[in-house]
């Protein structure tokens, strides 16, 4: 293990690293709007809408994200559609993401029983109140774990965009590897990047889990 | 010259080519998914021992394989483990190897919560009932456990499907290469070749994953009551 | 003129029919306990008064006012019904202050000093001031069914629907929260409580209603439906509810 190639290395993985944290919480925050939209429309049965977004929940589900993105940034631009390889990620990204967030909603949204919404109709509140006060905030907290879930796959996601030639971690790993034959550092590095990143989220995640298991306000 | 268009998709052999790319990528989903559902039973099992350490050391292997991309293990069984045997390894045996790993991670915790989530006195009333053991085990924790556990075990599969995708970023030759190729050698007579031969490998793993889905939902509900 | 007037009320679910051609009228003040079966339509027709279920064919009035017709004005309706579940139906994420405060502020848009005084004043009344920064789950049962009461009185409803609020209760818990109702009587709040505590009916009663397999089968007074109930379905409804004449030993299946 060579230590000086390592600390040589290590602004090019902080750079990585940024760039893959940019592009994963461009593409948390799109996918849980995506997500909302979709199990909102979903919840409250929006004729026409619902259809559509059942078909992209499936397609999103049953495609693999590597072969969207080839999709997306190889075959578009041959019928005019030109997109930048940051646009193409994500886009991507999004596309994925949202229909993984629909799920985290969605079970928050059946988890808050008709009977919390039937008291809230019983003091006289309307059904926008409705699910502002009563519904959006128990719901939101069921979702929670998923929610975190998801953003730290969409993190783990991110890992296959150098496959679009973006500079993230797994690019400047292969070059390392191509050009200086490091092996052994550049993949130790790699580990280490995502550990850093995702080891801290996993934890809150675990330890917002447990707080909301044990002391939640579900009675 | 004009176009092909999407019949660049029927020219020549290049359907056949394009199917057989599909197939190695279906194999290598298949004999991963068989290792880590075989795997993944005992590992599954031996996650719910009552032993500290036991558990333990399941946890951690569980969450190490799951906090790191799949794409950095694929990285780190292809460039590392030569660099350091000197051995290499075939990028399809390297795929087999990470995604059984992965897949016995994954398939090992279904078993542990289909296992636990089983309600104790299921087990209770078995004994009362004058169950032996065995028969408790046969008649009432397994057939049981097994409704729990297929739909996971399923999605699973499509899971597996889904990221052998990735596995042409370590070299082995599989649809999205094969794809590559097509692409490559029709450059000039279809220039739009692209957009059909990625559209089309996009809409092949939706006909595959799609039904098996499905399945999965629908047993789940099913099995639900 | 009545407070409370529903006429010709017909409920389906579905093709079932829940409610038949119920009718009847509650005076300001008053208190009616429906009695009757499990499953005979109590809980539904106390729903439909408040607008949680769909009538197919009927006339609900309120001060004369008919309600049922437009879909569009029942949380306003609602604002001046308070009903209380059997399930209590507390709002898990909220404190009992914030519970109670809700319909007020956002539905009835009080002005937040003047509803917290009164709020603190209700709370107060059931015993549970201490209690107003707690959330539900902290609570027994009791003292979450004595909040969902306050939580409905703090509207300042004209009327009160109460279904079953103590069945979900421990027994000794029952008493608490019958002794708010009973004061409420007092007081001349205008109720009407399904319940199957039957010495409570007795005592809070004005009127009995007996529903059976969703018609009204009897309705007298109190005191001449305990002591003198004329159909053979209500009799048997009381009996149930009759330890006394059980003696270990002596056959009592002819009077069943
Ligand atoms: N949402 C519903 N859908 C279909 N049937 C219902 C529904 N709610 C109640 N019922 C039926 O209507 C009848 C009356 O129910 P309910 O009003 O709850 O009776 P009670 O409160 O007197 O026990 C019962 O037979 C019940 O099964
Ligand atoms: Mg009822």
């Known amino acids: ?219 | 010259m004009q176009d092909l268009g999407i019949r660049v998709l029927i020219e020549g052999n290049n359907l056949y080519r394009l199917m057989g790319g599909l197939l190695i990528t279906i194999r290598i989903a298949i004999i991963s998914a068989i290792i880590s559902i075989l795997f993944g039973i005992p590992f599954g099992i031996v996650m719910t021992s009552k032993n500290k350490l036991v558990r333990f050391v399941c946890r951690t292997y569980l969450e190490a394989v799951r906090i790191i991309p799949v794409m950095v293990w694929l990285f780190i069984f292809y460039f590392g483990v030569p660099k350091l045997t000197g051995i290499h390894i075939a990028g399809d045996v390297v795929s087999v190897i990470v995604f059984s790993i992965w897949g016995t991670a994954e398939m090992g915790d279904l078993v542990r919560g289909a296992v636990t989530s089983l309600p104790k006195h299921q087990k209770e009333s078995g004994k009362a009932i004058g169950l032996t053991n065995l028969q408790i085990y046969s008649y009432i924790i397994i057939p049981q456990s097994i409704r729990r556990l297929l739909p996971g075990t399923i999605n699973l599969v499509t899971r597996m499907i889904k990221t052998t995708s990735l596995v042409v970023l370590i070299g082995v030759v599989e649809v999205l290469k094969v794809g590559q190729q097509v692409i490559e050698s029709f450059v000039l007579q279809s220039p739009s070749a692209s957009f059909w031969v990625y559209g089309f490998i996009f809409f092949l793993y939706f006909i595959i994953c799609y039904p098996i889905s499905l399945f999965a939902r629908k047993l789940e509900l099913r099995w639900k009551e | 003129m009545a407070l409370l007037e529903v006429i010709g009320l017909n409920k389906y679910f579905d093709g079932f029919h829940v409610l038949k051609d119920i009718s009847f009228s509650v005076e300001k003040g008053e208190v009616v306990v429906i009695l009757g079966p499990s499953g005979s339509g109590k809980s539904t027709l106390l729903r439909c008064i408040n607008g949680l279920e769909e009538i197919q064919s009927g006339q609900i009035k309120l001060n004369g006012e008919v309600i049922n017709e437009d879909s569009t004005k029942w949380h306003l309706i609602r604002q001046k019904i308070g009903m209380v579940f059997q399930s209590y139906d507390l709002f898990p994420h909220m404190t009992v202050f914030e519970n109670i405060l809700l319909g007020p502020l956002k539905a009835q848009k009080r002005d937040k000093k003047e509803v917290a005084r009164q709020a603190e004043e209700l709370l107060n009344r059931v015993g549970l001031l201490d209690r107003k920064n707690f959330y539900p789950r902290q609570l027994s049962g009791g003292q979450r069914q004595r909040v969902a009461i306050v939580r409905a009185l703090c509207m300042n409803p004209e009327l009160m629907l109460f279904d079953e609020v103590t069945a979900s209760l421990d027994p000794e818990m029952v008493r608490e929260v019958l002794d708010v109702m009973l004061e409420l009587a007092k007081e001349g709040m205008t109720m009407i409580i399904v319940t199957h505590e039957m010495e409570f009916a007795k005592a809070v009663a004005d009127r009995i209603i007996f529903l059976d397999g969703g018609e009204i089968t009897e309705v007298a007074g109190a005191q001449e439906f305990f002591t003198d109930p004329k159909t053979e379905r209500a009799k048997n409804f009381l009996n149930i509810f009759n330890f006394k004449e059980y003696k270990k030993g002596v056959d009592n299946n002819e009077k069943i």
């Open chain 1, 1 to 219: 293990m060579d230590i000086g190639f390592i600390l040589e290395i290590s602004s090019l993985y902080l750079e990585a690293a940024k760039f893959t944290l940019k592009l994963a919480s461009i593409g948390i925050i799109l996918s849980l709007l995506i997500g909302l939209f979709c199990s909102l429309v979903n919840y409250y049965k929006v004729k026409f809408l619902k259809k559509i977004v059942n078909w992209y929940i499936e397609l999103s589900r049953n495609t693999p994200l590597l072969i969207q993105l080839f999709f997306l940034y190889y075959g578009l631009p041959k019928v005019g559609i030109k997109l930048g390889a940051f646009t193409c990620a994500v886009i991507g990204l999004a596309f994925l993401g949202g229909s993984y967030m629909a799920e985290a909603f969605r079970g928050g949204l059946e988890a808050v029983s008709k009977a919390q919404i039937e008291a809230g109709l019983s003091i006289g509140l309307t059904k926008a109140q409705v699910t502002r006060y009563i519904i959006f905030p128990q719901a939101l907290a069921v979702s929670i774990p998923s929610i975190g879930a998801n953003a730290i796959f969409i993190i783990k996601e991110t890992s296959i965009v150098s496959a679009i030639s973006l500079k993230d971690l797994m690019f400047v790993t292969k070059d390392i590897i191509g050009i200086y034959y490091k092996t052994n550092e550049a993949l130790l590095m790699l580990v280490v990047a995502y550990l850093i990143i995702l080891l801290p989220l996993s934890l809150l995640l675990t330890y917002i889990e447990r707080r909301l298991r044990y002391a939640g306000f579900g009675n």
